[in-house]
Every structure is written in C-alpha cells, then in structure tokens.
C-alpha cells in the first residue's frame, strides 16, 4: 500500500510558476513510476509527467519545456515545478504512483490539488 498527499496548489496569474510536491509513505521502496496526472472539467485525466525508478521522465508535449518533474528518494517526495503556466493548465492536479508485482499493475492515487491559472 502506498499512500500520497499532495499540497502546492493555488491561484495563479497566467505566465506565473507553481511547484506542486507530493509525499509518499508506506512500500514506497516497490513504486515503479510516480507521477502527475491532470483533469479539467468536463474532461478526462491525461499524464502529464512522470518518473521511474531509474530516474527516466516523461511528459506531455503540452507542457514540455515549461514542467519538470523531480524526486527526493531521501524524502519519498516528488515535485511538479510549472513554469510559464496558462489558462489550459487549469485542472486538478493528482498524484499517481505505480507498483508493479508480476503480471499486476497497482495504481495509487493522491487526494489531488487545485491549479487554477488566471488569464
């Protein structure tokens, strides 16, 4: 079992940054890939960045160059820093962790967190 918080969310003007920090406890020495995922309104919730345990990432093109995801493995946390942020990136920002035991793959999900960008 794994359990994630996420906090770092808020109101934002459109060209602002947030960082977005999720905290993970329990078997976090099984997670395979952690990650962020976001859903707006109305829509269904895509990836937007995630990392694996040999430190690979990979991300959305909508927020390529302007997101970049990063891990603490000391503080089992990991960080959304959203630069350049725009109206499109208002959604509910969630944390997603993935353990992988043989032919079963075990998603954990965060409570999420509010991102609202202000045009």
């Known amino acids: 079992q794994v359990q994630l918080v996420e906090s770092g969310g808020g109101l934002v003007q459109a060209g602002g940054s947030l960082r977005l920090s999720c905290a993970a406890s329990?078997?976090?020495?099984?997670?395979?890939?952690i990650g962020w995922y976001r859903q707006a309104p109305g829509k269904q919730r895509d990836l937007v960045a995630d990392?694996?345990?040999?430190?690979?990432?990979n991300y959305a093109d909508s927020v390529k160059g302007r997101f970049t995801i990063s891990r603490s493995n000391a503080k089992n946390t990991v960080y959304l820093q959203m630069n350049s942020l725009n109206a499109e990136d208002t959604a509910v920002y969630y944390c997603n962790a993935v353990i992988v035991r043989g032919r079963t793959k075990y998603n954990y999900w965060g409570q999420g967190t509010q991102v609202t960008v202000s045009s």
């Open positions: 990392i694996n345990s040999g430190g690979s990432t």
């Open positions: 329990g078997s976090t020495f099984s997670i395979n890939t």
